[in-house]
């Protein structure tokens, strides 16, 4: 048992059940000031105010180690991060120099860097290397309050590799305390040896790579990068159609660098999230409008890449869900502080405090299949908390930008 009191406001209150926030929905946040939270076990099993009778008896009866006092603190659920390539084998800071002398994202990945150069580099790190890479960034942003993430393969692009990535995650999921959730990307980029026979390599990802993934249960989503320059809309639309054969959902990378037809194809086969969407107009709203898909937004990659920013008010304005991720990876953002995609959620793409904590908790929970168990203060949900060094209210959160606001986490009913 922990029991937290004194918290100056608990923060993202769901008492409705609700999966999701649409539109004008992601502005409500409800909260409790000078307020309790007890866990059991892994789980929140109460909260309310300080003055409710229960409290002094929940006070008097729990011993002394097993309280925090959080005053002055904020307690919010922990970040759900639904979209991330965590798991490489090496940084890739030259072709951020290139970048910065002008070469694009799709120049640097014709030339063989981006994707590719992450994909030769995989060949030659060991499975244990990579696992402890791994472990110490999800340790890195465990502290910058991260509870639950989402881990893509994707930089294998052979049988054997894109294996080992997601044999790493499955290790990953047994021994990290975060809740984490696999997809398999083997359809990332299109290898050297494929250029001008993609469609073989879409064979090989439908033919070999999915039943291999499926027999050794490796993956909860299937994702595609379905974008210009990568796999086309007729390439997706076979490795989706495979992928859902052996009950994999569609968890898709769309909309990035052009009007790909990617969210079209992920609602389609009713993806559970389509990611990027800087290229949105109102056709993609419009079947976004009819579908259960998340429409995930990556801030840190249009950042990073000097990007166009996805229509994220737009679309919010026109009553869709949105949520955002930090797609942490070491081409296109290499940062999985969801502090930061909370920051940029409001400067870049006006959200309100409010939109941006629903943004990156509940809806990004659902972006990865877990809005049942996380990203709310909810009886019964993980206690995945954040608590915050002193502050005042939940907009300072995204207002003083660039430091640690975490002071400390709690992770499944643990103190980290
Ligand atoms: O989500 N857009 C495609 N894939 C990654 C980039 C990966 C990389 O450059 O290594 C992304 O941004
Ligand atoms: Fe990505």
Redesign the pocket.
């Known amino acids: 048992m922990l029991l937290l009191h004194s918290i100056k406001e608990l923060i993202g209150i769901e008492e409705d059940g609700r999966l999701l926030l649409r539109g004008k929905e992601m502005s409500e946040v409800q909260t409790i000031r000078e307020a309790f939270l007890l866990i059991e076990g892994d789980k929140i099993t109460d909260y309310g105010k300080m003055t409710a009778e229960r409290f002094s008896a929940l006070k008097a009866r729990i011993p002394a180690k097993d309280q925090i006092d959080a005053a002055g603190k904020l307690v919010m659920p922990a970040f759900c991060d639904s ?3 965590l798991v490489y084998p090496a940084s890739r800071e030259i072709e951020y120099i290139d970048k910065i002398k002008g070469l694009s994202y799709e120049e640097i990945a014709k030339r063989g860097g981006g994707i590719l150069n992450s994909a030769r580099r995989m060949q030659e790190v060991s499975e244990d290397e990579l696992y402890q890479s791994a472990l110490e960034r999800l340790d890195e942003i465990t502290k910058m309050g991260t509870g639950a993430v989402e881990i ?1 393969s994707g930089y294998g692009l052979t049988t054997e590799s894109e294996l080992k990535m997601l044999r790493v995650i499955k290790r990953l999921k047994a021994n990290s305390p975060l809740e984490i959730k696999s997809s398999f990307l083997g359809a990332h980029a299109v290898p050297m040896e494929y250029r001008g026979r993609q469609s073989d390599y879409v064979d090989l990802v439908i033919n070999e790579m999915i039943p291999m993934v499926a027999a050794e249960d490796l993956a909860d989503y299937i994702d595609v ?1 379905c974008d210009k320059g990568f796999f086309t809309v007729e390439d997706t639309d076979r490795i989706l159609n495979a992928g859902m054969k052996y009950g994999l959902q569609p968890k898709i ?1 769309a909309n990035e660098l052009d009007y790909s037809g990617g969210i079209q194809v992920g609602v389609k086969y009713n993806a559970i999230s389509v ?2 969407l800087e290229f949105t107009g109102d056709a993609e709203i419009e079947a976004l409008l009819n579908s259960d898909t998340m429409p995930t937004i ?1 801030p840190g ?1 249009a950042f990073f890449l000097n990007m166009v920013y996805a229509p994220a008010r737009k679309m919010i304005n026109a009553g869709l869900p949105v949520a955002m991720a930090s ?1 942490f ?1 070491p081409g ?2 290499p940062s999985g502080n969801m502090q930061l995609i909370l920051s940029m959620a409001s400067i870049l793409y006006r959200l309100t405090p409010e939109e941006g904590l629903n943004a990156c908790t509940l809806n990004s929970a659902y972006a990865m299949g877990i809005s049942d168990i996380a990203g709310s203060i909810t009886i019964g949900k993980l206690a995945n908390l954040l608590i915050t060094n002193p502050m005042d209210s939940l907009a300072y959160m995204p207002y003083y930008y660039g430091v640690n606001k975490v002071n400390q986490m709690i992770i499944k009913g643990k103190l980290q």
């Open positions: 979209h991330t390539h893509k990068f990378h990611d990027h990556l990659a797609d990876n296109s953002s």
